[in-house]
């Protein structure tokens, strides 16, 4: 099948710890619970993306360590794998992040496969395909590469460097990035260090100042989002609902954003599904623990627009 959305970004397994207090340098401290979760940027997206219905492939890089229970859990949701790589000698991308009673966290970053990507050869079949295509965490280079290629100037592009816009990005990258894509994702945080990058005020100047440049998708956690287009400006509610463990809503909404563009749904539209969707994941602990179907979306998106 031929995707419509392209999804490139991390696979990764989260190992999560749960300490009463974080140590101090040079002691240790007792892990109070530890649990592993399937995750990454990319896998996430695609499999919830895949899982709404949209056919959808994920281009990432892992090692041969990759649990088959994985690989089966994003097939069994239809993502398309094809240029999924398994790079020889590398492991996972894997992460520990442990949590204290205080909330206070310590991460542990292995990027494993993903390592290396500015210099592996660029993965363009899925893009080429695609009507979409969507960039997350991963190599500056390698997208800038990619965006770079013939024939995917008509295609939605997807700019959504998530938390690694601060420390892997810099301004000259990014600047470059925004002249060939035509959406950005961001939270609340990402949003500023993407205003300081371009010399920016604000979105709609950032937006003005990019002509190819269609719309802003700026989530805000429990107040929602705001997404800004190039004659509007509008605000979609948050889903009101327990939050369990918020890891992952930023990515489920970019999948109920991404099932509403495949159906050909209003900007409006699209942001109620994303947060209905994210609303799914920040109710139980994990990722990818607990997927919600199109159906499910469709209806509590509805009623954020009622
Ligand atoms: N407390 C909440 N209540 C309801 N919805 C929420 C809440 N927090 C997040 N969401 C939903 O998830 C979406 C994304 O959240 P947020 O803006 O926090 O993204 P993020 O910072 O990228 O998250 P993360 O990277 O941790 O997944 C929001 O637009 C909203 O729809
Ligand atoms: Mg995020």
Known sequence: ???????????????????????????????????????????????MASALGVPTALISYVGKDLPPEFRQLMESKGVILDEMVEVDGKETPTVWIATD??????????????????????????????????????????????????????????????????????AERF???????????????????????????????????????????????????????RNEVLDVPAAKVKVVDPTGAGDAFRAGFYAGLYRGKSWMECGALGCSAASFAISTQGSLTSIPDWGMVEERARSLLR
């Open 1 to 47: 099948m031929r995707p419509f959305l392209c999804v490139y970004g991390h696979t990764n397994i989260d190992h999560l710890l749960t300490l009463k207090e974080l140590p101090e340098r040079n002691t240790s401290s007792n892990v109070l619970s530890k649990k592993s979760f399937f995750g990454g940027t990319g896998a996430n997206v695609a499999t």
């Open 101 to 170: 009673e205080k909330e206070d966290q310590v991460a542990f970053v292995f990027q494993g496969a993903m390592a290396d990507m500015s210099s592996y050869p660029v993965q363009v079949k899925g893009a080429k395909d695609a009507l979409a295509i969507h960039l997350m965490t991963g190599s500056p280079d390698y997208y800038l590469r990619l965006l770079a290629q013939p024939n995917l100037l008509r295609k939605r592009r997807g700019l959504d460097p998530a938390q690694e816009i601060h420390h892997v990005w810099d």
């Open 175 to 229: 600047q470059k990035a925004l002249g060939f894509t035509d959406m950005l994702f961001c939270n609340r945080n990402e949003l500023a260090t993407a205003l300081r990058y371009t010399g920016k005020e604000g979105p709609v100047e950032l937006l003005d100042s990019y002509r190819g440049m269609q719309v802003i998708v700026n989530t805000l956690g429990g107040h929602g989002a705001r997404i800004y287009g």
